[in-house]
């Protein structure tokens, strides 16, 4: 009976111990470079998500304008290769540790980008088509999208530089070198000169 209870403040300690020494781990960014890396994928997804919604707001938009401005024939096909160019680029799964695939869905997204402001332009020129109801409920998602798209690229641009980050300051090289060697470098968007904020959308 004596020695179970001698045994029993050993065994405490050791569990306390235990419980410390992994307060202390987390205390330490054990946790930091999984927790920055799933933020930093979570954003990039709403980046994917906003793309998309435009993407998918165009047929209309071209339609819309076809109507009233079919001699424009040259931009609306450019606006329509631009799209089928911008969701037709293959995303691998490691598009965002991969520089070449980032680049090419970089590029793709401002050709669309560029082909769609090119038909916004030329919408000045037709009155009766800035006046027409759904080209002005057009506008308004658009409006919406293109600052959804700046939010989303922003929160992922931010979430990119605390990832990347965390992999070059200590102790977060210390846990990639221990814990997570696979943890790589992500991607992140450049801007292109004039672009640092969203397109006006002018109907």
């Known amino acids: 009976m004596l020695a179970l209870t001698h045994a029993r403040p050993g065994n405490f300690a050791r569990a306390a111990g235990l419980i410390l020494a992994g307060l202390m781990l987390a205390g330490c960014g054990i946790n930091t470079i999984p927790t920055l890396q799933e933020r930093a994928k979570a954003a990039w997804s709403q980046v ?36 089928a160019k911008a969701t037709q680029v293959q995303i691998p799964p490691d598009i965002l540790t991969n520089p070449e695939a980032f680049q090419k869905f970089q590029e793709a997204q401002n050709g669309l980008s560029g082909a769609l402001g090119r038909l916004l332009v030329i919408t000045e020129n037709y009155p009766e088509l800035k ?62 000169e004039g672009t640092e904020k969203p397109p006006e959308v002018k109907f």
């Not at 759904?134 to 979430?159: C, K, M, P």
């Not at 070198?177 to 991607?187: F, G, H, S, T």
């Open 48 to 83: 994917l998500n906003q793309y998309q919604r435009r993407a998918d707001l165009i047929p209309n938009l071209v339609e819309t304008v076809k109507g009233y401005a079919a001699q424009e024939s040259k931009v609306l096909t450019d606006v329509v290769e631009a799209r």
């Open 131 to 192: 006046s027409n109801q759904n080209f002005l409920a057009l506008q308004s998602q658009l409006e919406g999208t293109e600052n959804r798209i700046a939010v989303a690229r922003q929160d992922y641009i931010t979430a990119v530089k605390d990832y990347n980050t965390e992999l070059r300051t200590i102790p977060g090289r210390w846990w990639r070198a221990l814990l997570y060697p696979d943890a790589e470098p992500m991607q992140n968007f450049t801007a292109a």
